[in-house]
């Protein structure tokens, strides 16, 4: 709920000015979010999403279908919202070990949506963002490669 509350307010503190689209290599705007536009389906990024984590050494642990939970639980919603959940066992290790405290971070977490134009997002929280309050030392250097595999992995599925 915690990364929930980050990410929505994430949302509307940046409002328009994150909705960018950012290419290979291409730095961010320093917002809270990293923000990339697909072309692909919903569908086609649950599809594409765990060889792109694959191939960044990350794995899949689950995808949130956020749209069908709330028709399950009566609410009505006609957003498509995926949240997938990925993870690199080593890098959390790591994390863990310097920062047993930073487990509500983990896993990670990108979200896929249709955005109110119709295109569809890929958007995840800035772990260097989540990390910043904790004080621990190499802990924002473990959280920054994170950062850069996660921009990979969206890149490389969208």
Do not use: W
Not at 13 to 35: R, V
Not at 36 to 58: D, G, V
Request: hydrophobic share 45%; aromatic share 4%.
């Amino acid at each position: 709920m915690f990364r929930m509350t980050l990410l929505l307010a994430g949302l509307v503190l940046g409002g328009a000015a994150s909705q960018q689209t950012a290419q290979p290599g291409e730095k961010q705007a320093d917002t809270m979010l990293i923000e990339i536009q697909s072309e692909k389906s919903l569908a086609q990024l649950r599809e594409e999403m765990p060889k792109a984590a694959q191939a960044h050494k990350f794995g899949v642990l689950a995808v949130h279908d956020l749209g069908a939970k709330m028709k399950e639980k009566g609410l009505e919603f006609a957003g498509e919202v995926l949240v997938f959940e990925v993870c690199n066992p080593a890098k959390a290790k790591a994390v863990l070990e310097k920062a047993p405290q930073a487990a509500s971070l983990l896993p990670c977490r990108i979200s896929a949506y249709r955005g109110p134009d119709g295109k569809t997002i890929l958007s995840t929280v800035k772990p260097t963002r989540l990390v910043a309050g904790f004080g621990v030392a190499g802990l924002e250097t473990l959280a920054a490669e994170v950062e850069k595999d996660l921009a990979a992995i969206m890149n490389e599925a969208k």
